[in-house]
């Protein structure tokens, strides 16, 4: 007769690579030779990591990578503690890592992992990583500045008008000269043509803007804008910090979304692969969700649907289970969840609806083994190559074989001075934008040819002085060349992020 722990581990047998997890656990005995496997194949059906902290969540998404890596499959993973950098530095092999190494049937040796640092802005250790406002798009930023459903649709309004006017809004001076013309004298024609837009709606944007820049997120929205290409290098593991950043952690998350929607925008349709084009993992989910505006959470439900297909997993990881919503959490395939806790009401419930969104097991009692698990253990289930739940298993995991830990913040900025990356995103470019643009409007361009000398130099308070300047042929010609420039057109896409067309 087989045993529980054989037959669990029945479930988990793959024809093609896996992630090695680590092994069975059932009545408090470790079975060695009953293998929970992660099939690289189903890595795009997503997954959720949650656990208490402390209970080994950064652990299980390192062991994750240092694998995918190693099989040349690119991660991203949100580095919010700074623990992660450990991946560029083999580890330690000691009493307990050896210990662990038996338990879970691993030939553990030490191994180091081609890491490239990124920091969110310019204030970090890592390369800086920087978007545009334009192609972050209103919805995105909406989420980052805190606006109600109202605000974001006049903010919708605003980006549609820059768009239309060919007004390319690349960091946040641009987007702050476009509502201050919209709220201006000169302006008021082009706000009663938005329609919907009310002066003191705009001020409210205007306002949180301000408070954004002065958090540091001006340093944020620019230009170069990370090309997607550059984390998709084979077996790179790019580890994303927040930095300077630290305080706003929406600026953060909403990040992660724009570069999921950059994603699905740049990559073709893959159809069933046998390892993903990409694992992208959200550390602090529940910052994604928190607050989120109606339009927000239903793209994010789009995008993981919809990102499968590109070759994409998605990972979030997260304390509680009921962080994320269900219409999120209900496409998440994989579940990783270590131990959590029931001491307050509200954690009794958690652990009711955790126990509820896994398949029936005859070997556990859920809600009992879902509390007493071990650190670095967890409840697992997956789906088999063949798309089906894997039996439920309690799985001691594996441990990482790079370092547990960071490398110190000196290190990771010497190993991001020396990547190649370095070279291409260290400075940020400041090229002409909506910001010159209507600065432009007020002055004609000293490069431009100069009005001609029979229009008299307009007085300030000139009724239609800018009317004046707008329609001289030469401030014309120049505001037409300028706009089919950067290309009148933008599309948007998920999340009405945006693609110029070039
Ligand atoms: N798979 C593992 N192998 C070996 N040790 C582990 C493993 N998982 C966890 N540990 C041990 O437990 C400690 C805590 O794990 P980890 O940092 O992953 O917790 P966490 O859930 O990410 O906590 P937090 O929510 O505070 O970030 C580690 O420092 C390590 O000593
Ligand atoms: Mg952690």
């Not at 990583?129 to 798009?137: E, H, K, L």
């Not at 927000?296 to 919503?325: A, H, M, N, Y």
């Not at 001075?417 to 934008?433: C, V």
């Amino acid at each position: 007769m087989t045993s529980p722990a054989q037959e669990i581990a029945a479930g988990y047998v793959t024809e093609g690579q896996a992630v090695q997890l680590g092994t069975v656990v059932v009545d408090g005995q470790v079975d060695t030779s009953a293998v929970i496997r992660l099939p690289m194949a189903t890595l795009n059906r997503h997954g959720l990591i949650a656990g208490a902290t402390g209970t080994g969540k950064t652990k299980t998404l390192q062991l994750i990578a240092e694998q995918c890596s190693a099989a040349g499959v690119p991660v991203l993973l949100a580095d919010i503690k700074g623990d992660l950098s450990g991946l560029a530095r083999a580890g330690e092999s000691t009493e307990k890592v050896a210990a662990r190494a038996r338990d879970t049937g691993d030939d553990w040796q030490p191994a180091a992992f081609p890491v490239q640092s990124l920091s969110l802005g310019t204030g970090g250790p890592g390369v800086p990583v920087r978007a545009t406002i334009t192609s972050f798009g209103p919805i995105l930023l909406s989420k980052v500045l805190g606006l109600n459903d109202t605000q974001e649709s006049t903010l919708g309004l605003i980006f549609h008008w820059a768009d239309s006017r060919g007004l390319a809004l690349l960091d946040t001076k641009d987007l702050r000269a476009v509502i201050g013309h919209l709220t201006s004298e000169e302006g008021k024609a082009d706000l009663k043509q938005l329609g919907g837009v009310s002066a003191s709606t705009a001020g409210v944007i205007l306002r949180s803007l301000s408070n954004l820049e002065a958090q540091g997120g001006d340093e944020f929205f620019g230009e170069p804008e990370l090309a997607v290409a550059d984390l998709l290098r084979t077996g790179q593991v790019s580890l994303l910090e927040v930095g300077e950043l630290r305080n706003k952690p929406a600026l953060f998350s909403t990040f992660l979304m724009w570069l999921l929607a950059e994603l699905f925008q740049e990559l073709p349709e893959a159809g069933d692969l046998d390892a993903p084009k990409l694992v992208f993992v959200l550390d602090e989910a529940h910052l994604l969700f928190s607050d989120a505006s109606k339009a927000f959470l239903e793209q994010i439900e789009q995008t993981v649907k919809l990102i499968r297909s590109k070759g994409v997993g998605v990972f979030f990881c997260t304390q509680l289970p009921t962080d994320i919503p269900n219409a999120v959490l209900s496409q998440l395939g994989a579940r990783i969840q270590h131990a959590l806790r029931a001491f307050t009401p509200d954690d009794q419930k958690a652990l009711t609806q955790t126990v509820k969104t896994y398949p029936t097991t005859e070997h556990y009692e859920l809600d009992k083994a879902l509390t007493s698990l071990g650190t670095g253990e967890a409840i697992v289930t997956v789906l088999s190559e063949r798309g089906a739940p894997t039996p439920v298993a309690w799985t001691r995991l594996r441990a990482p074989r790079s370092l547990m830990g960071t490398i110190g913040v000196d290190a990771i900025r010497e190993a991001a001075n020396a990547s190649d990356l370095h070279g291409k995103y260290a400075e940020t470019i400041d090229r002409e934008s909506a910001y010159e643009k209507l600065a432009a409007k007020m002055a004609p361009p000293s490069d431009a040819p100069a009005p001609p000398p029979q229009e008299p130099p307009h007085e300030k308070d000139e009724p239609g002085a800018l009317e004046k300047v707008l329609s001289s042929a030469p401030v014309k010609s120049f505001l037409r060349s300028a706009a089919s420039a950067i290309g009148r057109e933008i599309t948007r896409g998920l999340f009405g992020t945006a693609k110029r067309r070039r």
